[in-house]
């Protein structure tokens, strides 16, 4: 009798203790909702800070998830319902999980939130580890918030009188669980092992950050080219943004093909690739290269096709010819194509 009334006041204190930790992280998952609905309307496709391009800039380097996010991209119209859903259900949980109100299963919501957080865009962030930081951190809290329950100051105890008397529903409100001390502490040092090798490995393999040189895909712009050819006077290719800055794109400054002896065929510079035909671009994703004021922008996690006609490309003589980006930063990205 006395060994269950300390543990119930272990639990009690344990919900006290992690009060703080419950309504900050509650309210960053709420928040998400709240900037996205409320402040102001991110659910409008083809409108500036559409959340569905904030989710195609997770794809180049996101880890295990990556066939789901290229085919919800690839489907503007299912994107569309799956970040509404991915909305409310940030909302639903952020909420209640601050409020307490079935505070293991709204952890166990957090929990796959941010790991979901964590294996798409946990390789972002610009000046630091950000993305990483919010998903290992909020897997953290969801595991430990389970663990405690909501505590004496969450609606799981105040309704505690009017909730069924059923045994497994401790396991998706508050309270004290079935479990002896002994098997509560494996479960608490399993779980925390376990996040933090995976807090160990994830580091390392988005940032290098356990061992090696460090590296920061979000802070210089990459661009995979690919499947350049010419025929009939039109010269395609695939561009692929894989790195650099999410917030904007990389600013495509150039376009040049060149013979062997570095005599130009063709060369696009930036006002004339401000005015690049829609028409001879064709995008793979919601993220989409698009011509800007001053140059061809290119996203990051979009993919698309580049088409350029031209008097210059016809009847080109056999031979290898270079084809070459460049971004307004300096950089150049190259690909050989062969005339046979």
Known sequence: MKQQQEQLTAYTLAGIFTLSLRLIVGWTYFSAFWRRLVLEN??????????????????????????????????????????????????????????????RLMSIGVFSLAFGILLGSGWLGTTCLDEWQIGILGVSAGFTIFLSGGGKYSLDYLLQSKLPKKKWLVWITSGELPLSIKRFGKVAISGAVV?????????????????????????????ELSDAKIDNGTLSFKVYRVEGVDVYGSFLIGITLKEANGKAVIQKNGEELAQFPLTNIKNDYVAKVAPGKHSLIIPLGSKATLTI????????????????????????????????
């Not at 991209?73 to 079935?102: K, Q, R």
């Not at 995976?198 to 988005?206: D, G, P």
Request: no cysteine.
């Open 42 to 103: 991110k659910l409008i496709p083809d409108s500036a800070g559409y959340i569905g391009e904030k989710f195609n800039h997770f794809l180049p380097n996101s880890l295990g998830i990556k066939p789901i996010i290229e085919y919800l991209v690839s489907t503007p119209d299912l994107l569309w319902w799956a970040m509404v859903i991915f909305t409310i259900v940030e909302g639903v949980v952020g909420l209640l999980y601050m409020f307490g109100f079935f505070t």
């Open 309 to 340: 006609r031209d008097n210059a490309l016809k009847n080109l003589p056999e031979g290898q010819y270079e084809l070459i980006l460049t971004d307004i930063s300096g950089i150049t990205w190259k690909q050989n194509i062969a005339i046979h």
């Open 195 to 223: 996040l933090f090798i995976l807090a160990l490995y994830t580091n390392q393999v988005f940032h290098n950050g356990v061992w090696g040189p460090l590296h920061n895909k979000s802070v210089k712009p990459k661009i």
